[in-house]
């Protein structure tokens, strides 16, 4: 039987948790809405030249087709993960879904570059409704037992969702034009938006006070930090704009630091993250993605570029990543039941590292077979990796703070996501003749540190 328990300041957490269909239906709402974002989160990016064609503009401008949307996210996650702790997470993500759908046919309908970027940022916008309080509601819903579970489908469905996009994306446009890369959402998500509506438990809404001049700094703090550290990726040089952005941003994180340092229910964890176990793990999660994007962006120039391969092939060849993913996430969820984060982390860090060096070191003319079985050892490490570490992230919240867990989660990823792609920009400028190999031995390099920062978790 279902029992939830109100903490103070109107958050719903879970004694028993959901059971039986309830639970089943809930976790596929959860899945299919987080699929969904994480696929849009890359999808658009193998569309970018028939986009530039059809809409008659140019490739830096269709570039912030990709960049609207991740830069709507890391402005609002924080902030809508903070309002879920007081409204309650299932009615943050249901408004959220709501809201990516409509957008999904606002992009799939769009006949101008700007109507295109106003209908991402839209998108982006309802993705941060449901990245900021999916874990949290995973924590909420499943038994304490099963919860290791839970973290590791969910990380599965992320890992799997952000490395089958250019796959997806290759496929669609096989047999249909690119407004079909965001027109399949709409169906789903009416589906997804129902099954949620009906098998979320929704808790009373908190009468606590929501800072607002907390969630602009926020905003203005990741907002300028993005576009700063994208328009230094995307140039010769650090210009005098990109350092008085940067500055910009310092001061809005200074500001945010200090009014957030001293409250009990802040935006920014800021107690959270100077507990150093908190912070060791946030910070291996960023240098995780930062490595798996560094991978993601640089293997199809490496691969059609260098190797010859054409579109399909190069999803073919990325996807026993994902599906090296799916089957080993669910035995990292049930290890972290018995075994520390920072060992699995630091062990699925490790088989990270190793699987990118040796598609770095790949052979002049590589059979894919050598290509697919270093792509597995890379999905067993980053497969070992994310569940058990979201779990610590989630069990080191106090009551009531777990939508701030959840919020860091998906703000870890989605800096991590923007840092490889930056790196990896920078890359192709300076290197572009090797630059698949010097992004994989970037990415191996940043694997490699975060393991040893994830074994520190345990002295």
């Not at 449901?130 to 874990?135: A, D, E, P, Q």
């Not at 935006?267 to 798996?292: E, K, M, R, Y």
């Not at 996430?329 to 990118?356: C, D, E, H």
């Amino acid at each position: 039987m279902q029992q939830i328990a109100i903490e103070r300041g109107g958050f719903a957490a879970k004694e028993d948790a959901l059971a039986g269909s309830k639970l089943i239906f809930a976790v596929i709402a959860i899945s299919l809405a987080t699929a969904l974002s994480s696929l849009d989160s890359v999808i658009a990016n193998i569309a970018l030249p028939t986009i530039t064609t059809i809409l008659h503009t140019s490739p830096a401008d269709s570039v912030w087709i990709v960049n609207a949307y991740q830069l709507s996210i890391i402005m609002t996650l924080l902030p809508l993960s903070s309002l879920g702790d007081r409204v309650g997470y299932a009615r943050i993500y249901v408004v959220g879904l709501a809201l990516f759908t409509f957008a999904s046919l606002m992009c799939a309908m769009s006949t101008s570059l700007d109507m295109l970027i106003i209908s991402r940022v839209l998108q982006g916008l309802g993705a941060a409704g449901i990245g900021s309080v999916n874990t949290a509601i995973i924590k909420m819903i499943y038994p304490s037992r099963l919860l290791g579970r839970g973290v590791s489908i969910h990380a599965s469905v992320v890992s799997i969702s952000t490395a089958a996009g250019p796959t997806i994306a290759a496929a669609i446009l096989s047999v249909a034009t690119w407004p079909w890369l965001f027109a399949i959402n709409v169906p789903l998500g009416v589906i997804t938006f129902f099954v949620g509506f009906k098998a979320l438990p929704r808790p009373p809404v908190s009468r606590a006070s929501y800072d607002y001049f907390s969630a602009l700094l926020n905003a203005a703090m990741f907002g300028l930090l993005v576009i700063g550290v994208d328009r230094m990726g995307h140039s010769d040089g650090i210009s005098a704009s990109v350092v008085i952005q940067l500055s910009a941003a310092a001061i809005c994180a200074w500001l945010l630091v200090r009014r957030e340092r001293k409250r009990t229910k802040p935006l920014l964890p800021v107690d959270l993250l100077l507990t150093p176990a908190f912070l060791l793990a946030i910070l291996t999660s960023v240098c995780s993605f930062t490595a798996q994007m560094l991978a993601f962006v640089s293997l199809p120039f490496m691969l059609q570029d260098a190797l010859g391969r054409s579109t399909m092939e190069t999803g073919a060849l990325i996807t026993p990543w994902p599906i090296a993913v799916l089957c080993i996430a669910p035995l990292a969820g049930s290890l972290s039941n018995r075994f520390k984060a920072g060992a699995l982390g630091g062990v699925g860090l490790a088989i990270l590292a190793t699987g990118l060096t040796l598609l770095a070191l790949l052979p002049a003319h590589p059979a894919s077979f050598d290509i697919g079985w270093r792509m597995t050892v890379c999905g067993i490490g980053f497969g070992l990796f994310q569940p058990p570490n979201n779990r610590s992230i989630l069990a080191l919240a106090p009551l009531g703070r777990t939508g701030n867990a959840s919020g860091m989660i998906s703000v870890a990823r989605v800096l991590g996501q923007t840092f490889g792609a930056v790196l990896t920009a920078l890359i192709l400028l300076i290197e572009p003749h090797h630059a698949g190999e010097v992004a994989l031995i970037t990415g191996a390099s940043f694997a490699a540190v975060a393991a040893c920062v994830s074994l520190t978790r345990l002295l």
